[in-house]
């Protein structure tokens, strides 16, 4: 359901009868004024590449799951959303999904082929850190990919041109428009030496796309802290000093006028 109120019905159908989508128009419900104007994505989307399937859900353009129909289970983007994650009182509903999807992939792709356009977006990366950077404690590097379709990527992390393992699973998601979004994230330590790169291939025509990650406006935490308190010092002397002229200044006896 969107933002005026309305409903998609998904009917099942067997393969051999013709398919046909429409809006059903249901009443617009009273909502609070602060639970207007937001948006849930359930989004399903198949397709003759990798993944072949996938499952997003967003609100307001902000993942929260994705379907990991190898484990026929959802996975939470963030930690904090894990015990929304168990339910899954509608894993069928979501493979049935998943199987019409194919069968549309198979039916009726091979006679659209060529016949009409075939949309591409160039991804664009970008490289940030998810906590404020300081030198030698833990942090993690996100990689954003936005314009992306159709979602077809692999995202690879480098340390000064070393390939990095480790790094976990590429969140891709619908966003308004009909385009995806992905994240990627690397758990890391930084150091002021630092180069990495988030190489983001698109697997529909190899286009390669890459963000570099160096350290800037930064200092070493133990180096910041001897700056703050010498800082903290020398104010505190500066002080003094003042205190002791303006003493002196003030009880300096009258002159005769």
């Not at 019905?9 to 059903?24: A, D, E, H, M, Q």
């Not at 104007?37 to 799951?65: I, K, R």
């Not at 993690?140 to 692999?154: A, G, H, K, R």
């Amino acid at each position: 359901m969107g933002q005026n109120g309305r409903i998609i019905w998904k009917i099942p159908l067997p393969p051999n009868v013709c398919f046909s989508g429409y809006w059903v128009k249901a009443p617009t419900p009273m909502w609070p004024d602060d639970l207007q104007n937001h948006t849930f994505l359930h989004t399903v989307y198949c397709q003759d590449g990798s993944p072949s399937v996938g499952l997003s859900e967003a609100y307001d353009e902000d993942q929260l799951f994705f379907f990991d129909f190898s484990q026929n289970t959802r996975v939470p983007r963030l930690p904090e959303f894990a015990d929304w994650a168990q339910e899954q009182g509608d894993a069928p509903a979501i493979l049935f999904d998943k199987e019409f999807c194919e069968w549309m992939i198979q039916q009726i792709g091979p006679k659209l082929d060529g016949k009409i356009p075939v949309s591409r977006g160039f991804p664009i990366a970008e490289v940030f850190t998810l906590k404020p950077l300081e030198f030698g404690k833990p942090n993690t590097l996100v990689c954003f990919v936005s314009n992306l379709f159709p979602p077809m990527l692999t995202v690879n992390w480098q340390h000064h041109s070393v390939p990095v393992e480790g790094f976990g699973p590429t969140f891709v998601s619908a966003v308004d428009g009909l385009s995806f979004q992905a994240f990627s994230y690397l758990n890391f330590t930084p150091e002021p030496s630092d180069i990495f790169s988030c190489i983001v291939t698109h697997e529909i025509d190899r286009y390669t796309a890459i963000a570099y990650w160096v350290p800037r406006n930064a200092l070493p935490s133990d180096l910041l802290e001897n700056v703050l308190c010498g800082v903290a010092f020398g104010l505190g002397v500066l002080g003094i000093i003042v205190g002791i002229v303006l003493i002196i200044y003030f009880r300096k006896p009258c002159s005769g006028d």
